[in-house]
């Protein structure tokens, strides 16, 4: 069954007629003709579809679009106006990419856990939850996990991602 939603990508509106079955991350590349998100492995487990969701970062692989009919969308293609976002600048910087595949994600989801750990919430390994929480390198990691670089550019992207918790 087709539904029109509306959605705001990257600060223009939208209205986008999609079928009820129809991701997120599908209407954003192939309706919208968005390719900043990237397809890997459609299930969740490697974070290349990852963008900020009305300010939180989310999967977009995993996301039905008619659930979020009316939101905003950010991919890395949005997060610079009229420069690179801090996070993009420190990837260059860093060298926190290869082949570029999952960059995007690697982004977006960096700037959302940014966000979240200036918003105080722990992880998996935050050791004091009644303190503020201090972005070491097995934080960042731990806060990282859920996206995947097939190239290995691991330190790269620590080291970018480190440079941009400091800010």
Do not use: W
Not at 121 to 139: G, K, M, N, R, Y
């Amino acid at each position: 069954m087709d539904r029109e939603i509306s959605l705001v990508v990257d600060g223009a509106s939208h209205a986008v007629t999609v079928d009820s079955r129809t991701t997120l991350l599908d209407t954003l590349r192939e309706r919208l003709g968005n390719t900043s998100p990237k397809k890997g492995c459609d299930h969740g487990q490697c974070g290349s579809c990852t963008v900020l969701l009305d300010g939180r970062r989310h999967l977009t692989c995993l996301a039905l679009a008619i659930a979020y009919d009316g939101s905003e969308v950010v991919t890395a293609a949005g997060l610079g106006a009229d420069e690179p976002h801090l996070v993009q600048r420190a990837f260059l910087e860093h060298d926190g990419y290869q082949c570029g595949y999952c960059t995007p994600g690697q982004v977006c989801s960096a700037v959302g856990m940014l966000a979240e750990a200036k918003q105080g919430h722990p992880s998996h390994v935050t050791e004091d939850l009644d303190a503020a929480v201090e972005l070491d390198d097995a934080e960042l990691r731990e806060r990282m996990s859920g996206n995947l670089c097939r190239c290995g550019a691991y330190p790269g992207i620590l080291a970018a991602v480190r440079r941009a918790a400091r800010g």
